[in-house]
């Protein structure tokens, strides 16, 4: 199993004076179906966890073991679902950011944070103070679990629309622009789940 992140941000914080920290990470941006998922995680001071890192690094079966560990462990957790048609209204930046704002104000009532550790760049109209970390979920442990919970999620999510429309191949693509995913858009068009704003979805829909 991969090695836990660091928790230097997180230390840093706590020797700057904050009192409470939670980590933020989304999956699903680059995808041409589903939703947008973010996660907001807040773990105690002293970890039990091993093994926690970037979701990316990590194969499914880890992630999916590593879930429930995370959720048991952590103080709290909120996530944040923003889907297709919320996508094309808004544009992808906007609806990750959504996700974000949607997944720290779904922490559970009473659990306070005074410090997001973002991964990436700066969330707008974020509501308490946040620290934007460039590939945040491989340098603080509290984005990598974020990065787990959200990647599953969104994983599960794409197992149920794959049930729904089983043509695209969601199950194995995720929504991602795979060979046969695009054949099978271009073969039988869009579906619900579909970003309709996206090059290849909209190249789709203009030779329709």
Not at 48 to 77: C, E, H, M, W
Not at 138 to 145: E, I, L
Request: hydrophobic share 40%.
């Amino acid at each position: 199993m991969a090695l836990t992140a660091p928790r230097e941000f997180e230390q840093e914080a706590l020797k700057r004076g904050f009192l409470s920290i939670c980590g933020i990470d989304e999956a699903g941006r680059g995808p041409l179906a589903g939703p947008v998922v973010a996660a907001c995680v807040v773990l105690p001071t002293s970890l039990s966890v091993q093994g926690i890192g970037d979701s990316k690094q990590l194969t499914p079966l880890q992630r999916d073991r590593l879930f429930p560990r995370i959720i048991n462990s952590a103080r709290g957790y909120g996530l944040g679902i923003v889907e297709a048609d919320e996508i094309d209204r808004v544009n992808i930046l906007n609806a990750t950011h959504l996700a974000m704002r949607l997944a720290y104000s779904n922490l559970p009532d009473g659990l306070w944070c005074d410090l997001a550790l973002i991964d990436g760049l700066p969330v707008r109209n974020f509501p308490i103070t946040q620290w934007a970390i460039v590939k945040g979920d491989s340098k603080s442990v509290s984005v990598a679990a974020a990065s787990i919970l959200a990647k599953v999620v969104r994983d599960r999510i794409m197992d149920e629309l794959h049930s729904l429309y089983p043509e695209y191949g969601f199950a194995q693509n995720r929504g991602y622009p795979s060979a046969t995913h695009l054949a099978a858009l271009g073969r039988l068009g869009p579906c619900p789940a579909h970003r309709l704003s996206y090059k290849p979805v909209q190249a789709v829909c203009d030779r329709c």
